[in-house]
C-alpha cells in the first residue's frame, strides 16, 4: 500500500520569505501522480500543485513550485515570498496513474503553516 | 462555476444517535468522494462513486455508515448509530473524470458526536 509521510507537524515563515514542507511517499509504481492541497480554517481543500511523475520538470504554479526527486521518493513544496494568507494546512498527496480502474488518492498527516507578519 | 456544496456546516449529536450529510457536487463531475477527517490526521476516503455507482468503498464501516448517491448527482452520507470515534470533519469532493487533475472539495461538515 502506498504511503505519504510529511515529517513536519508544524512550520512557521516570516511574511515575504520562503519556506519549504517536506513530504516522502513510498511506492512501487513508476508512474503516479503527486499533490499539494492546502486547507485554510475554512477546511475547504484547495488544490495548489500537481506533478506527474513521468515529467523530469518541477511543477510551479506563481509562488508555489515543487521539488520533485523521483528516485528519493521526495516531493517538497516551496512557497516563495510568503504571505498571511498562506496560513493553512499543506496535505501532501499520491494517487496512482490510471491502469483500468480507479485509483483513490492517499493523503500524508499535513503540515500546520505559520506566517508571522 | 459553482463549488462543491456540502450541509450542514456543524453538527452536534450523541452517541447512538443517526445523522445525515448532503452533498451536491460540481454540475457535469461524474466522480463524487466522501472523506472523513479526523482531527490532526490526513482525509480518508470512506466510498467514491462513479455517477451513481459505487467504485470503491473498502474503507466504508458499512456496520454503521451508508451512502447514496441519487441519479449521479446530489449525494447523502449517514451514520447509524454514531460514536464517539466517528467525530471528524466529512469532506465531500467530486472530479469530471477519474481525479488524475486532483480534486474539487466542498468545505466539509465537522460532526461530534458527544
Given at each position: 500500500a502506498q504511503t505519504v509521510t510529511q515529517s513536519q507537524p508544524e512550520m512557521s515563515v516570516q511574511e515575504a520569505e520562503t519556506v519549504t514542507l517536506s513530504c516522502t511517499y513510498d511506492t512501487s509504481e513508476s508512474d503516479y501522480y503527486l499533490f499539494w492541497y492546502k486547507q485554510p480554517p475554512s477546511r475547504q481543500m484547495i488544490l495548489v500543485i500537481r506533478q506527474e511523475a513521468y515529467k523530469q520538470q518541477n511543477a510551479t504554479e506563481n509562488r508555489f513550485s515543487v521539488n520533485f526527486q523521483k528516485a528519493a521518493k521526495s516531493f517538497s513544496l516551496k512557497i516563495s515570498?510568503?504571505?498571511?494568507?498562506?496560513?493553512a494546512m499543506y496535505f501532501c498527496a499520491y494517487r496512482r496513474l490510471n491502469s483500468g480502474g480507479y485509483q483513490k488518492v492517499t493523503f500524508g498527516t499535513g503540515t500546520k503553516l505559520q506566517v508571522i507578519p | 462555476e459553482a463549488g462543491v456544496a456540502q450541509s450542514p456546516r456543524y453538527k452536534i449529536i450523541e452517541k447512538r444517535q443517526s445523522v445525515a450529510f448532503w452533498c451536491n457536487p460540481i454540475s457535469g463531475h461524474a466522480t463524487l468522494y466522501w472523506y472523513q477527517q479526523i482531527l490532526g490526521q490526513g482525509p480518508k476516503l470512506l466510498i467514491q462513486f462513479q455517477n451513481n455507482g459505487v467504485v470503491d468503498d473498502s474503507q466504508l464501516p458499512k456496520d454503521r455508515f451508508s451512502a447514496e448517491r441519487l441519479k449521479g448527482v446530489d449525494s447523502t452520507l449517514k451514520i447509524?448509530?454514531?460514536?464517539?470515534?466517528?467525530?471528524a470533519v466529512y469532506l465531500c469532493a467530486s472530479s469530471p473524470g477519474q481525479g488524475r487533475y486532483g480534486y474539487t472539495f466542498g468545505s466539509g461538515t465537522r460532526l461530534t458526536v458527544v
Open positions: 515570498d510568503s504571505q498571511l494568507g498562506d496560513a | 447509524q448509530p454514531a460514536k464517539l470515534e466517528d467525530s
